[in-house]
């Protein structure tokens, strides 16, 4: 079946440092990738998402491009704020199979991110 | 405003008392799901409905029901809960159920077994 996994965490950095966050991917077919923020105390809201191979998402400074050949989606940010210290979570969803929820997202463990001043 | 609502977001109880976590989106969204999650798992999904009166179980079914009768509401019944499912409950809504549709999600329920 799908699967998605993450780098391990915690991922602990100084502000303005540069950001990877490490994701790949098992998936039939041509899966959408995304990646979800979790603030503390809050729900999942999406980050960015990229729909096929060579794709690039972004949004708020982060950047993530759908390798279809490494089967990855690597989270990136060149300057991180304290603002994004959260957790980050890597998913996908995938080509239906028989029996299987069409829309259901697969994620990744989670990867918890602070940024210290 | 556009969102997922929880309620309670924090809940103790003890094993076997019958309980239920209500979730109503105002988005008009068809797509619904439950998903439960832990450290070092992730989120899994638990049930999910298509639209009114469409439901189906996700990976980790066992447990739990669900229903949906009206097309906002989507509770999660959990009719003799046990310590396993000492979890962080999320309800969450798309659109329709496609693979590019974002996914809104609620604040989260934090449950306790005892």
């Known amino acids: 079946g799908d699967s998605v996994t993450q780098m391990e965490g915690p991922v602990t950095l100084s502000e303005e440092a540069f950001l990877t966050i490490n994701c790949t991917y098992t998936a039939t077919g041509y899966p959408s990738l995304f990646w979800y923020v979790q603030y503390p105390g809050e729900g999942l809201q999406l980050l960015l998402k990229?729909?096929?191979?060579?794709d690039k998402g972004s949004n708020k400074g982060f950047e993530a491009t759908y390798r279809k050949e490494t089967t990855s989606f690597h989270l990136e940010k060149g300057s991180v704020q304290v603002s994004d210290s959260a957790v980050y979570f890597c998913?996908?969803?995938?080509?239906?199979?028989?029996?299987?929820?069409?829309?259901?997202?697969?994620f990744g463990q989670g990867t918890i991110l602070t940024v210290h001043p | 405003e556009a969102q997922v609502t929880q309620n309670p977001r924090y809940l103790i109880t003890v094993t076997g008392k019958k309980l239920t976590v209500t979730c109503s989106q105002n988005m008009n969204h068809e797509y619904m799901s439950w998903y439960r999650q832990d450290p070092g798992l992730g989120l899994r999904q638990i049930y999910y409905s298509m639209n009114v009166e469409v439901t189906d179980k996700g990976d980790v079914p066992e447990g739990y029901k669900v229903s949906r009768k009206e097309k906002r509401n989507f509770p999660l019944i959990l009719e003799s809960p046990s310590p396993n499912q000492t979890s962080l409950y999320f309800c969450a809504s798309s659109l329709f159920a496609g693979m590019n549709t974002e996914a809104f999600f609620g604040q989260g329920t934090r449950l306790t077994v005892v």
């Open positions: 998913a996908l969803s995938g080509v239906p199979a028989g029996g299987t929820s069409y829309g259901k997202l697969t």
């Open positions: 990229a729909t096929k191979a060579d």
